[in-house]
């Protein structure tokens, strides 16, 4: 007997749009789940910003393509790294 349950909308969404996924390699599958855990080991940081210079990683942000939390984190990142 096989029982059926109701997907989730985002569950539903994978479902119906599985021929777009594709395998990773090995290697490549590996470098995503160490970063997935270096994510998981973040933490929360609450600061003040001047509203000018928001406005400005804002419109840097969007012209990247990216979100301004997106953008933050990555310029974070990369001064971490340096």
């Known amino acids: 007997m096989t029982r059926k349950s109701k997907l989730t ?10 021929d777009e996924f594709v395998s990773v390699p090995g ?8 970063a997935l855990e270096r994510k998981k080991n973040g933490v929360v940081l609450e600061i003040r910003v001047n509203r000018d210079d928001l406005e400005a990683i804002k419109r840097k942000a969007f012209n990247a393509g990216v979100s301004c939390k997106a953008f933050i984190y990555d310029i974070l990142h990369k001064a971490a790294q340096a």
């Open 27 to 34: 290697p490549a599958y590996d470098v995503i789940v160490a």
């Open 9 to 18: 909308k985002s569950d539903q969404w994978i479902e119906d749009h599985l």
